[in-house]
């Protein structure tokens, strides 16, 4: 896996709850591309806790738009939004566990529509939720312009990212 590189880190003003390294509340996700997947290892804190011990599904939620997003940075090059998201929790989460793993990829793409399957896994590799994320993609000019993206790069090297 290679780690993709943050392409607002050090931008004034930036503090994204899903990425944002120095947003205090935020939950500070890093991504890896896996061939076609993006991928990120999360440890659950107890401050995320919805039921005792237990991760709150608002905040799983959040995991899984934040990797929908850096697919679409990732694999298309370009910035979004989030049109739709549709949810299935199956198992729950425990704010214990060492690691949770998060997976996504693109499903199809009809024109600036594009559909992103992303599913989150408990450290014993168990499916615990998953997600489905219509997104509206912005034309580059736009993404350039207003969301100051340029590209989203990967690390030359290959990494193992610590669990």
Known sequence: MKKIINPWKGLEGYNCFGCAPNNEAGVKMEFYED???VVSIWKPRPEYQGWID????????VLLDEICAW???RKLQTTGVTSKMETRYRKSISTKDSHVVLRASIREVKRNIVLV???LYNEAGELCTEA??????FSQEKSRDEMHFLACEVEPE??????
């Open 54 to 61: 237990t991760l709150h599904g608002g905040i799983q939620s």
């Open 117 to 119: 399957d992303a599913k």
């Open 35 to 37: 061939g076609d997947e």
């Open 132 to 137: 489905l994320c219509t997104y509206f993609t």
């Open 158 to 163: 290959e990494i193992l990212p610590l669990i």
């Open 71 to 73: 697919v679409i940075l």
